[in-house]
């Protein structure tokens, strides 16, 4: 009976190692609250594959930028951003969810490397005053696993938009529907993609005027996502739903040579999704 049940055991045992091994790891995800004008996060997550879900449960647009800055506090982090000017180089971009509506929600997938970084709304309110400016912003560890660990795998992608100055490429149309879209940065500097659905009757131009006019008041086309970042060289996920519509592209990253918005320099874009 003893052989009996110990062989039994073995055999479990051994099943369930087997399915253990064949069940690949998946990414930590870490839920992130927005509202006017805190995040609501943990304060400390481990390092690796992580999915962060933006929830904006306030009533103007959030996003979540996520910001390396080494050794840095906070006052030297605002100093340093709110100085005109390129974007230091100590402050790295991983992937953050990039910016919806109230009521909405957002996500970003990166491998993240331990460190200290903060969460970041840099959404100009009606004031005219950035978000950050009225506290929006959170401290965040990222601390090395406590065990060494399987690393996860990267999300499957429909779709692969490589970001560089100053342009959007794809590797196949975008289409509507949920899509999971792996963003690659080609540099030579920070970049982001964001997303957003025109208005009925409502053109790339009629964007470009509000653009100049200083964003003020509601605009001609809705965000609905996208990412913050990577850096050069790295790589990022998002996943969005699509209805069929027309959409703008657009990166507001700071330029490394005169500081103004990449969309300043071209980086903006309308495609059609069918």
Not at 75 to 102: C, H, K, N, Q, Y
Not at 223 to 245: E, H, M, R, S
């Amino acid at each position: 009976m003893r052989t009996l049940y110990i062989t039994g055991t073995l055999a479990f045992a051994l099943t369930a190692c087997a399915r253990s091994a064949a069940t690949p790891a998946a990414p930590n995800v870490v839920t992130i609250v927005a509202t006017d004008y805190t995040f609501g996060a943990p304060d400390t997550i481990p390092s690796g594959l992580t999915t962060f879900k933006m929830k904006n449960q306030g009533k103007e647009p959030h996003q979540a930028v996520l910001m390396g800055a080494a050794d840095k506090t906070w006052d030297e982090v605002r100093t340093a951003l709110t100085t005109p000017g390129p974007i230091p180089a100590w402050v790295t971009f991983p992937p953050g969810a990039g910016v919806v509506p109230g009521g909405d929600s957002s996500n970003a997938t990166s491998r993240l490397e331990p460190g200290i970084y903060y969460l970041v709304c840099f959404i100009p309110s009606a004031d005219g005053m950035p978000h950050v400016m009225k506290g929006m912003v959170r401290r965040l560890v990222v601390a090395a696993p406590a065990s060494a660990a399987t690393p996860a795998p990267d999300p499957q992608a429909d779709v692969v938009v490589t970001l560089m100055d100053y342009g959007f490429t794809w590797s196949t149309p975008l289409t509507a529907g949920t899509r999971t879209i792996r963003v690659e940065n080609a540099g030579p500097q920070v970049h982001e993609i964001g997303i957003e659905q025109l208005a009925p009757g409502k053109t790339i131009a009629d964007w470009k005027q509000w653009l100049a006019k200083g964003m003020h008041g509601a605009g001609p086309a809705k965000p609905l996502g996208g990412i913050t970042g990577p850096n050069v060289g790295k790589t990022g996920w998002f996943t969005i739903t699509l209805p069929p519509g027309k959409y703008i592209l657009s990166c507001y990253v700071p330029d490394s040579h005169d500081g103004k918005p990449h969309v300043v320099h071209g980086m903006v874009q309308e495609i059609t999704v069918q």
